[in-house]
């Protein structure tokens, strides 16, 4: 199956350093303005999806990416890529301060990992 969200080793390197650090991390992505149009890094215990919500997948140090479903729709043929980079992020994202920022890229994909795409995860309506 074509999984719909990867880690760069950077962002696997964050993710181990948050973990450590803070527990069990998952990802958010609303697509909205500020600070949602970046993908949100809080405690896993302190983030509830919304039923609207599609769990995009498991990262590398058990994080989990969920993205909301109105961004979702427009981004739902499209591989997301999470990376870390140089920078600061979100004063709500647990990145921040620690001198890298996540980020999400993307990439299409081809015919063949469309063909073999991992089903979407809804939270539940």
Do not use: W
């Not at 498991?58 to 920078?87: C, E, K, N, R, V």
């Amino acid at each position: 199956m074509t999984a719909r969200v990867s880690a760069t080793p950077a962002a696997v390197a964050l993710i181990e350093q948050l973990t450590v650090q803070h527990g069990p991390i998952v990802f958010f992505q609303s697509g909205g303005c500020c600070e949602g149009s970046g993908p949100m890094c809080l405690p896993a215990g302190e983030f509830k999806a919304s039923p609207a919500d599609v769990k995009l997948g498991d990262l590398p140090g058990g994080a989990i990416f969920y993205m909301s479903d109105s961004h979702f729709s427009f981004m739902h043929s499209t591989h997301t890529i999470l990376d870390a980079m140089p920078g600061s992020s979100g004063s709500f994202s647990l990145d921040c301060g620690s001198g890298m920022a996540f980020i999400t890229r993307g990439r299409m994909y081809s015919d063949e990992e469309l063909a073999n795409l991992q089903p979407e995860q809804r939270i539940g309506l």
